[in-house]
Nanobody, 124 residues
Framework: QPRLVESGGGLVQAGGSLRLSCAAT????????MGWFRQAPGKGREFVGH????????LYADFVRGRFAISRDNDKNTLYLQMRSLKPEDTAVYYC?????????????????WGQGTQVTVSS
């Protein structure tokens, strides 16, 4: 059964940094586009960014504005999200997900495997 497990969330002050990890098991990680999404309380799940299979292509949401960076290690079957200059509005549950398709107009429904999420809380 394909599985994604996020880690690295927590409480951080505004302006701080966090690095999230997503460990993948039981599916060919390197064959999938990997993405990060987030969901704040009372809001829908939104796209943060994704990375192509070979790490040559990236797409980020506008609100990232150079603060976040996605990377992957296909040898370790792990996806990362480095977050800097965090703001209170970044508070959300962060999810990693896997898709078979790279798109410049990503659709949440194209992602077929999802993790359970990790909470990120940014205090002001």
């Amino acid at each position: 059964q394909p599985r994604l497990v996020e880690s690295g969330g927590g409480l951080v002050q505004a302006g701080g940094s966090l690095r999230l990890s997503c460990a993948a098991t039981d599916f060919p990680f390197s064959d999938y586009v990997m993405g990060w999404f987030r969901q704040a309380p009372g809001k829908g799940r939104e796209f943060v960014g994704h990375i192509s299979r070979n790490s040559r292509s990236y797409l980020y949401a506008d609100f990232v504005r150079g603060r976040f960076a996605i990377s992957r290690d296909n040898d370790k079957n792990t996806l990362y999200l480095q977050m800097r200059s965090l703001k209170p509005e970044d508070t959300a549950v962060y999810y990693c997900a896997a898709s078979t398709r790279y798109s410049d107009d990503p659709n949440l429904n194209e992602y077929i495997y999802w993790g359970q999420g990790t909470q990120v809380t940014v205090s002001s």
